[in-house]
């Protein structure tokens, strides 16, 4: 069992900065890999970004990279994703997971799931 907790979400301008937090407690968490999705209102959940356990090796959606950053410090049991440019349409919630195997961008091959925290990023 792994329980996930997001936080760091809220309301930014266009253009601003957000950076989420995920605590992790529960199995082991220096040796699982996670990801990062969001979900818009009346929208299917979609990956955002990756990193494995010991974040050589990390993956973004193309709308996110170059302006998204994940990151993980094992000692804390936290995953970290900084989030720049914010742009209206990533206006979500957003998920953290942990991943079990196969392809990273599917919701389905992540077994344990975050609560969700709001990102609303206005014009």
């Known amino acids: 069992q792994v329980q996930l907790v997001e936080s760091g979400g809220g309301l930014v301008q266009a253009g601003g900065s957000l950076r989420l937090s995920c605590a992790a407690s529960g199995r082991t968490f220096s040796r699982i890999a996670m990801g990062w999705f969001r979900q818009a209102p009346g929208k299917e959940r979609e990956f955002v970004a990756f990193i494995n356990w010991s974040s050589l090796s990390t993956d973004y959606a193309d709308s996110v990279k170059g302006r998204f950053t994940i990151s993980r410090d094992n000692a804390k049991n936290t995953v970290y994703l900084q989030m720049n440019s914010l742009k209206p349409e990533e206006t979500a919630v957003y998920y953290c997971?942990?991943?079990?195997?196969?392809?990273?961008?599917?919701?389905?091959?992540?077994?344990?799931w975050g609560q969700g925290t709001q990102v609303t990023v206005s014009s």
């Open positions: 997971a942990a991943h079990k195997r196969g392809p990273l961008t599917s919701t389905s091959n992540y077994d344990y």
